[in-house]
């Protein structure tokens, strides 16, 4: 790998960024976040784990936190010494998991694409270090390699990965670079790097679950055999062409054909993304992340065109005019990215409700005070990290009734709709008094500038995008 330097630097800062400025997580990352706090501070007191309370729709593997928390764990008496909160520790752990991402991703290609994805405790950016590692093996020719990391990232953390690794070998294969059969075959070796793979990881997951127990497993016979994914949403079969992707390549998107045009070595890398891509389509439950495999390849076309256009810079004005206007489109990306940044710190009120009434009660953090959290404060960004007095009870219960809460000191509720002060005035304010509320980003107008009009029926075009930010959480305090 090469020496990490100059503007490579950025990928780390804009990462720490990131990570500093949306330090919650989501509901996604849910298992993942609490199983590396209880790894960490829990250790070999499993019956204290957050999965035996809350398992979640489907199990998932121990793999990646037991890694992360092993990664972080020597970091835990620097900050019993400095006195500082299990939040930092969050920050910490997920700055380990960016950082292995980046280096990857530094090791593959210089793609500053993705990196608010890169520190989030989520299946698919565990499964996204072995991808970039993949990549990189395979550009270089290491095939068998390439093989083996494919198929233990696929077998632990996504089995869809096999879309994925697919097309990526079968050119591979069909032109005999890599044989299908014998000691060195694919097939072969798949086999056996799946075997090792699940005797490593089988065990450890069923010791933490409490029984025998493939996690992978689980989720195919939901996805697939069950066909449940979308009891989660569903979104149109071309959603991830004309939504996923322009929001994740940005402007660098118009640059694929033009990359493609001028490197005729670029679509056979292309092709094993969008094959991915449009397989995956056929899934009725789509998310961004559920692609973002498949964006360092797709970046490849700006990076390849840019880099082109700049060396060739000083032949002419003209060319030297393209350069700039191509190495322009990193500062459009820039800006945009900032935009969704900002909007994306604005995200996570459960994280902002719970971190404040902290800080407001800090004189009573040794009393045994009691807080429920409904279900929309902990699916946005409240993991155990955020506990930070061992006296207070954190109450994640579902489905109490109002005899039930009317026990708790505090409560933390939600709305979605904007309708949090019509939903704290029928339900909650008979026991409770509102203590304070927590605005958060609700979504994104576009506001006309005025200008001049030409005539009734043309009016002043040029418009800008505004984030709406209204009252999400409300934190209530038990009347006395």
Known sequence: MDNIAGSEWLVFIVMMLHLL????????????VQATHDLIYHNIALENYDHHEFPGVVPRSFSGPVCLALSSLPARPFFWLFGLHKVWMLVFVRFVLGSAIVIALLNFCRCFHFLFYASRTLPNVFALFGVLFVYQKW??????????WATAFTFVFRF??????????????LRGQLPLFGENGAIYTG???ALKALV?????????WGYPIWPEGMVINFNLLQNRSHEYGVSPLLWYFYSALPRALLSSIVFIPLGCLIDRRLPPLLLPAFIFISLYSLLPHKELRFIIYAFPLLSLPAAVFTARMWINKEKSWRRWALAWGAASHLAVNALISAFILYASARNYPGNDAVAYLQYMQRMDAAKPLTLHMDGMTCQTGVSRFLHLYPD?????TENLTPAQLARFDFLAVGSYDGKLRELVQANYTSTHRVLFVVPAFHGVTWRKLKGPSIGRYLPFPLAYPEIQITE?????????
């Open 139 to 148: 550009l270089d020719g290491h095939l068998q390699s390439a093989v083996r």
């Open 472 to 480: 999400k959480i409300a934190v209530l305090r038990r009347k006395d």
């Open 191 to 193: 086999i056996s790097t």
């Open 392 to 396: 207070w009870e954190y109450n994640k």
């Open 160 to 173: 869809e990965l096999v879309l994925l690794f697919a097309p990526l070998f079968l050119p591979s294969i």
């Open 21 to 32: 400025l949306t330090p919650g997580t989501k509901v996604e990352e849910s298992f993942n």
């Open 200 to 208: 490593v990881t089988v065990p450890v997951d069923s010791l933490l």
